[in-house]
């Protein structure tokens, strides 16, 4: 009586099997069809450096837990590659969204006010992007002042773009830094030595990979009319 009612429920369940041959014995005991685990696909995630004259800024916010303590990061280099600045920038405990928000905020008010007009802004959050077409998306504590940064936008040059974390990991160590020293906004004019290896990654083009899984959907069953 088990055996058939497993056999019949296995078709419903969405659990993949493992690479055991002991499970795999056991389920063909019960008559059980085993489901191969989904394939796995490897994305190359590169940095480039931005087009002539353009100013690429790449953030990042880290936060342990939503709410918990969360920090930003952003580092600023040219067409050459060639170091324009980074900071690192406690903001409290918040959600990872006000906390994405608030460092391109950061981000776009320091370019602004060292005069670049031609800056590219690069990050791993989607919703960061979104939020330039859908101001509905951001929190309403920071709406005032997201919306006087996309006036100062307009008044630039400006681009954005979506990388991977993969590829952002320089401003991943920033933000990450913000949050075990609290500290609420320091700037560096050198480059820090826990983002080098990072940042010389970057310089030399040498390509970080992404592991994913390949979303296969399964065949629809024919319906039938009587």
Known sequence: MVIPATSLTSSLSKGQASNSISKFTFLQKLFVSAKPPKPIQIKQVTWFPPSCGFIKRNIDSAARG??????????????????????????????????????????IEYANSVGWDKLWLECDSKLVLAAFDKVDLVPWDLRSRWNHCIKLCSQMHFSCSHIYREGNLCVDRLANYGIDHRVVLIRWDHLPL?????????????????????????????????
């Open 66 to 107: 939503s709410p918990g303590h969360a920090a930003g990061g952003g580092i600023f280099r040219d067409s050459f590659g060639v170091f324009r600045g980074c900071f690192a920038a406690y903001i409290g405990v918040k959600l990872v969204l006000h906390t994405e928000l608030f460092t391109a905020i950061l981000a």
């Open 194 to 226: 826990f983002v080098r290896d990072s940042f010389a990654r970057n310089h030399c083009g040498f390509p970080s990979f992404r592991l994913s899984l390949i979303h296969i959907s399964e065949p629809t069953r024919p319906l039938y009319i009587s």
